[in-house]
């Protein structure tokens, strides 16, 4: 098991929880490591950084402090923004680094503030469906899990132990994407294939992007003035990575991504749904090996395949000049747009009363016209719509952009995977550290 630190660490950070206390919350990435420092009294940031280009000739990190501290605690560190560029040849070099740009504002992983790390980590499998203290049994769990999860798992991990090493008596937790989606039920989650198959060999849909419909869904019910429990939403992630959820009663009943981030919706760069004899096809007609497929259909398709561009502004303007690469443009759109309109009406059938329809992420939060044409014309069908000024509204906030008459609210609703993720992170360890384990 890993080390948890003496019963006198303990005891400290149950009092250093009891007046809140900080998350630093890090998200590894197979190539870049985010962090931000959460301040759990008022979820505000403290700091917040980037490590990017890990591995690479030149790798950069990007390191902000937001708020102006105090000296009481040692911190001398002043709202402001330090980038600097060196080789970082691994993961474990760049969170050393993240690890001293911290120290050097006083807020250092030995602060007596900090009481946890939370990590993101993409597949939990059918194991972890909650946040989860990490211990060693937990790390090779984690591992068992890479063939689910070959590009994220194997950073996620990384992330984890270089951390335990800089902190061993530092409570560490794992908040898993795939965890907000275990509440599905079997018939849901259950591909139609041979059911010996797939339990041997984890064939299941397991969704992704839970930590931000956790958020969104409860977000959305606060908008509309009711408690989760009592709300039924639609949450629509919408970024270079996409995918719906239909959320009844504060639990996800289901969700468009499954066994991989591939199923469900147009991506940026990833083809959704489609024929599965279209791999077999591939290889057959085209001579296609498995590596080549699977590039194919999680770089090479989605937005970027049909028109060559995977930004939706770029799609957009190139739209609005027209022409032949404005056509291209539009039927790209055009097949994206047609995708999401299928899923609002697939779950609003399963979850038989909708409340709202929630917008999120990079595309979601800051295109009116992709909010616009998602629900156009389902006003008379499912009392879904969207007021024009407020849907144009040009806000950071959440906010609801459906007419007072709408039988059906649709709102935007920025999403916080890592103030979820550090929420997730702090409720575990204070309500462990109260009970003395």
């Known amino acids: 098991m ?11 950070r149950a009092g250093q929880a009891g007046r809140a206390g900080r998350v630093l919350v890090l998200n590894s990435g197979s190539s870049s490591v985010k962090y931000q420092l959460i301040d759990m009294a008022d979820g505000s940031r403290r700091a917040a950084g980037l490590v990017e280009r890990i591995g690479e000739r030149t790798s950069r990190l990007v390191h902000t402090v937001h708020t102006v501290h105090g000296g009481a605690d040692g911190e001398s560190a002043r709202p402001g923004r330090r980038e600097t560029e060196q080789r970082f040849p691994g993961h474990g070099a760049a969170l050393k680094a993240v690890a001293a740009e911290l120290a050097a ?7 007596p503030r900090l ?12 194991r972890f469906t909650d946040p989860t203290l990490i211990d060693d049994e937990v790390l090779a769990e984690i591992e068992r899990l890479v063939p689910l999860a070959p590009l994220h798992n194997p950073a996620n991990l990384t992330g984890i132990r270089t951390a335990l090493d800089l902190n061993p008596g530092l409570p560490q937790v794992a908040v898993f994407d795939t965890a907000f989606h275990a509440t599905m039920p079997e018939h849901a989650w259950r591909y139609a294939v041979d059911t010996a198959t797939a339990d041997r060999y984890g064939l299941r849909r397991y969704g992704f992007h839970g930590t931000s419909h956790a958020f969104v869904s409860r977000r959305t019910a606060g908008l509309l003035g009711r408690e989760p429990g009592e709300t039924n ?4 992630h919408l970024g270079n990575g996409a995918s719906a959820s239909a959320v009844a009663g504060g639990r996800c009943v289901e969700t468009s991504m499954g066994l991989t981030p591939l199923e469900g919706l147009v991506m940026g760069t990833r083809s959704g749904d489609l024929d599965p004899a279209v791999v077999f096809h591939l290889a057959r007609v085209a001579g296609m090996d498995t590596e080549e497929i699977d590039t194919l259909l999680n770089t090479r398709s989605g937005l970027a395949g049909l028109c060559g561009d995977n930004d939706m502004r770029e799609i957009r303007r190139r739209i609005t000049a027209g022409g032949p690469d404005g056509e291209r443009a539009r039927l790209a759109f055009d097949i994206y747009i047609h995708r999401l309109r299928k899923y609002i009406g697939a779950y609003t059938a399963v979850l038989g009363r909708v409340d709202a329809i929630a917008f999120t992420a990079g595309v979601g939060e800051n295109d009116p016209e992709v909010r616009r044409a998602a629900v156009a014309g389902l006003e008379q069908t499912l009392g879904v719509a969207v007021d024009t000024e407020r849907n144009a509204e040009s806000a950071t906030r959440a906010r609801l952009i459906s007419p007072e008459y709408a039988r059906v609210a649709v709102a935007v609703v920025p999403t916080d995977e890592e103030l979820e993720i550090a929420a997730q992170t702090y409720q575990l360890v204070t309500r462990q550290s109260s009970s003395g384990r």
């Open 2 to 12: 890993a080390e948890q630190g003496s019963d006198a660490d303990a005891d400290a």
């Open 105 to 111: 504002d006083g807020m250092g992983l030995d602060s």
């Open 115 to 126: 009481v946890a790390i939370g990590h993101r980590v993409v597949h939990g499998g059918t």
């Open 233 to 236: 939403v639609i949450v629509l």
